[in-house]
């Protein structure tokens, strides 16, 4: 089967383009890679415009396109590693690490107990596991060890908060809540906003509740004239 090769996926034959090309994809300035790479020039103006040149190479192009986009493919897979450890970690049961076992009963004098035919009394028990017993995945979920009074290693996990904190960061889940549309706002907020718009505008605006309420209501004495407004502004009852 014939294998076409991506553009930009095979080093460039000239070391200093392919040296440009790598610091250009790992974002340094054109002027400092230009720099970097050997080339003199006393202006920054002078290498800008040689190094703006050379970028429309259409090789240089490609390369700088190829080697950014494995950067990224790296970047991702990183990211999902870490991911997966954290998760690890997360999950991480810790009766994994130990075993039950059957041992001889014994006495507070430290001898054998019998049980009624006379056989030895067993007991079963739990005990870490050896670690050199432990599959990889689970090895590598294990901060630290302790020996405790009878010299066995006791596990410590890596903490799960502690990773638990670090997937919310990574997979934005603390990011700030949206702003709320307009249409959720209360009276209150909505006066605010408009008042801090206006002040960013340096407009002068009065703001109240004035324009929110309604008209007043109105009584007549039965012959079609008015005789008292349903209230004044403060309130009360007014008359005419």
């Not at 014994?106 to 028990?125: F, I, M, N, Y």
């Amino acid at each position: 089967m014939l294998v076409i090769a991506s553009p930009g996926s095979r080093a460039l034959k000239n070391a200093k383009y392919e040296k440009y090309c790598r610091l250009r994809a790992l974002a340094q300035p054109r002027i400092g890679a230009y720099r970097e790479v050997g080339w003199q020039s006393r202006a920054d103006d002078v290498a800008y415009i040689n190094a703006c040149r050379l970028e429309r190479r259409p090789e240089i192009q490609d390369r700088i396109a190829y080697l950014i986009r494995q950067e990224e493919d790296l970047i991702v897979e990183k990211r999902r590693r870490i991911e997966e450890q954290l998760w690890a970690i997360a999950e991480a049961n810790i009766a994994d690490y130990f075993e039950t076992h059957d041992t001889v009963k014994r006495d507070h004098t430290g001898q054998p107990e019998h049980d009624e035919k006379g056989a030895l009394s067993v007991e079963t028990r739990v005990r870490p596991r050896l670690l050199t017993d432990l599959p990889p995945e689970l090895a590598a979920l294990i901060e630290d060890v302790r020996v405790d009074n009878r010299g066995r290693l006791i596990p410590r996990l890596y903490s799960k908060a502690q990773a638990i904190a670090e997937l919310r960061k990574l997979l934005n889940f603390s990011a700030k809540e949206a702003p709320k549309d307009v249409t959720q706002l209360s009276d209150q907020e909505l006066i605010a906003t408009l008042a801090q718009q206006a002040r960013e505008l340096g407009v002068e605006i009065n703001l109240d509740y004035r324009f929110a309420r309604q008209p007043p209501a109105t009584e007549t004495d039965g012959r079609g004239n008015q005789v008292i407004d349903g209230e004044s502004e403060n309130g009360t009852p007014r008359k005419r």
